[in-house]
């Protein structure tokens, strides 16, 4: 069963970095690309970055480009978000996610997600 | 990059067909996925590349796509089937329409 489990969310002031952590199972962790994506609290899903498999090339959503920086441990099957500078308007559910394989660009497998709340 | 919109909420009656729509400029040009999210749970796709349904989503769960707009239509709806949906494309990155609030009355 592939299981996707987040971690590292938490209470952070504007300005501060957290990591969020993403620990796979259940798949070969190496063969897919993976993906962040959040949900502000009662609102809709936000794509925030993605890696590939072997953690060579990555994208971001332009509201996180040069703050937020994913990686990924293929050793470990852990994916990585480092969340620099951050802001009020970066608060929500941080979820993982994986990319299907050859059916085309959408997510087969989500974690639970881990809450972010960005506040003084 | 691609805006897609989705009403904010449509209502069925139990049993009747209900239909989500997702529009944009041409986005039948486009492959069009559907996550369906229950209150407190992560997304779950329901339809992918337009109108193909992953192995364990009901039967009642159809999607099409042409022109300006993607519908993803369930055909006797549930009392489960009550949950937000996302329509989504790929366009630089994963973009997701703002989602639609499904009740069953």
């Known amino acids: 069963e592939v299981q996707l489990v987040e971690s590292g969310g938490g209470l952070i002031q504007p300005g501060g970095s957290l990591r969020l952590s993403c620990e796979a199972s259940?798949?070969?962790?190496?063969?897919?690309?993976l993906h962040w994506v959040r949900q502000p609290p009662g609102k809709g899903l936000l794509w925030v970055s993605r890696?590939?498999?072997?953690?060579?090339?990555?994208d971001y959503a332009d509201s996180v480009k040069g703050r937020f920086t994913i990686s990924r441990d293929n050793a470990k099957n852990t994916l990585f978000l480092q969340m620099n500078s951050l802001r009020v308007e970066d608060t929500a559910l941080y979820y993982c996610?994986?990319?299907?394989?050859?059916?085309?660009?959408?997510?087969?497998?989500w974690g639970q997600g881990t809450l972010v709340i960005v506040s003084s | 990059s691609s805006e897609l919109t989705q009403a904010l909420s449509v209502s069925v009656a139990l049993g009747q067909t209900a239909k989500i729509t997702c529009e944009e400029d041409?986005?039948?040009?486009?492959?069009v996925y559907w996550y369906q999210q229950r209150p407190g749970q992560a997304p779950v796709v329901v339809i992918y590349?337009?109108?193909n349904r992953p192995s364990g989503i009901p039967e009642r769960f159809s999607g099409s796509n042409s022109g300006n707009t993607a519908t993803l239509t369930i055909s006797g709806a549930q009392a489960g089937d009550e949950a937000d949906y996302y329509c989504?494309?790929?366009?630089?990155?994963?973009?997701f329409g703002g989602g639609t609030k499904l009740t069953v009355l």
């Open positions: 996610a994986r990319e299907t394989s050859g059916s085309g660009y959408y997510y087969d497998s």
């Open positions: 259940g798949f070969t962790f190496g063969h897919y690309w």
């Open positions: 890696v590939n498999s072997d953690g060579s090339k990555t």
């Open positions: 041409n986005i039948g040009g486009k492959a």
């Open positions: 590349r337009d109108d």
């Open positions: 989504q494309v790929w366009d630089n990155g994963m973009v």
